[in-house]
């Protein structure tokens, strides 16, 4: 007789956890180093799981954020803070000028940096940065950093171009942008088909409608 198939274990997930409260200014303490924590849990306590390799913020049963974990050696390097960006949105939100001289956001991504550096120049640029910035808590941050790219190489660095590229990516109607990986939350039920034929001769219409006026 054939032997009965056993389940195989489950993974061991070893870890060690920790008791912290998070700063004020959003950040928790291990190994001489800092980390951040999303700002909504500013001044309240989570659990850190400490790993080999990296760490992970747990609060109210659910994981929060993780971080690779930074090990030095030598007890003569400076302490280092790790920030996420994305965890200090909420912050940005109350307070746009935050994003001007704010240490977490040196590390935003090249483009997301240059469109900053042209927005800040005009009245409204920071709430507008901090606008794009904030889509990707509601979208795929690849496609919002694609619709970022493809603004400012077409030199319209405006947020109604940004979201206006953005939901094309995302409904596929962009011509020649770059294939995106986006997850399933942002797959629709329903697919439109696209009717690019009529998108032009509605253009035409208007274009002509111009130059007779």
Same mark, same amino acid.
């Given at each position: ?195 690019? !034929? ?8 208007? !274009? ?6």
């Amino acid at each position: 007789e054939r032997a009965a198939l056993m389940p195989l274990p489950v993974a061991f997930d070893g870890f060690i956890e920790l008791s912290k409260r998070v700063s004020p200014t959003c950040l928790i303490s291990f190994e001489r180093n800092r980390y951040s924590v999303p700002a909504s849990f500013a001044n309240r306590p989570i659990s850190l799981r400490i790993y080999p390799d990296r760490l992970v913020v747990a609060a109210e049963g659910n994981i929060l954020c993780e971080h690779p974990r930074v090990i030095q050696r030598s007890h003569q390097l400076p302490p280092r803070t790790i920030y996420d960006w994305r965890h200090y949105l909420a912050v940005l939100q109350r307070k746009p000028g935050a994003l001007r001289n704010g240490a977490p956001f040196l590390e935003l991504p090249p483009a997301f940096r240059q469109l900053q550096g042209q927005m800040i120049r005009k009245p409204g640029g920071d709430r507008e940065m901090v606008d794009i910035l904030a889509l990707v808590l509601q979208h795929d941050e690849q496609a919002v950093l694609t619709a970022v790219e493809l603004a400012l190489a077409e030199g319209v660095a405006t947020k109604t171009h940004v979201l206006n590229l953005l939901h094309r990516l995302i409904d596929g109607k962009v011509v020649g942008g770059p294939p995106l990986d986006t997850p399933q939350a942002l797959a629709l039920r329903r697919e439109p088909s696209a009717n690019v !034929e009529r998108y032009d001769s509605l253009r035409s219409q208007t !274009e002509g409608g111009r130059h007779a006026s």
